[in-house]
């Protein structure tokens, strides 16, 4: 399985804006899937943005047209593009990866990063 880190968290206003990043090494980057979570506390985990091996995307309904998933396959990396943050999106987000995408959108990707926060607050 591929390994990940994310950084690019962080405190944020509500109406501003942030890129996650997530790097990624172990494996062949181009075979997987890849995806954003979030955890918010006391909440169950939800599946934000999904990106394909051929970078179909998809997302939540409550991020759709302010958040926008990337991948470059040539740095190994993912982000998240997270414009017009409102306070409910407080939470940590975790990048996920599998090469089978069933598993991304069941929730069950065989890779996680451990997470970084994200708090939108004034």
């Known amino acids: 399985q591929v390994q990940l880190v994310e950084s690019g968290g962080g405190l944020v206003q509500p109406g501003g804006s942030l890129r996650l990043s997530c790097a990624a090494s172990?494996?062949?980057?181009?075979?997987?899937?890849m995806a954003w979570y979030r955890q918010a506390s006391g909440k169950q985990r939800e599946l934000v943005a999904v990106?394909?091996?051929?970078?179909?995307?998809n997302y939540a309904d409550s991020v759709k047209g302010r958040f926008t998933i990337s991948r470059d396959n040539a740095k190994n990396t993912v982000y998240l593009q997270m414009n017009s943050l409102k306070p409910e999106d407080t939470a940590v987000y975790y990048c996920?990866?599998?090469?089978?995408?069933?598993?991304?959108?069941?929730?069950?990707?065989?890779?996680w990063g451990q997470g970084t926060q994200v708090t939108v607050s004034s």
């Open positions: 990106i394909t091996i051929g970078s179909s995307t």
């Open positions: 996920a990866g599998d090469q089978v995408l069933h598993n991304i959108v069941v929730l069950i990707p065989g890779s």
């Open positions: 172990g494996s062949i980057f181009s075979r997987y899937a």
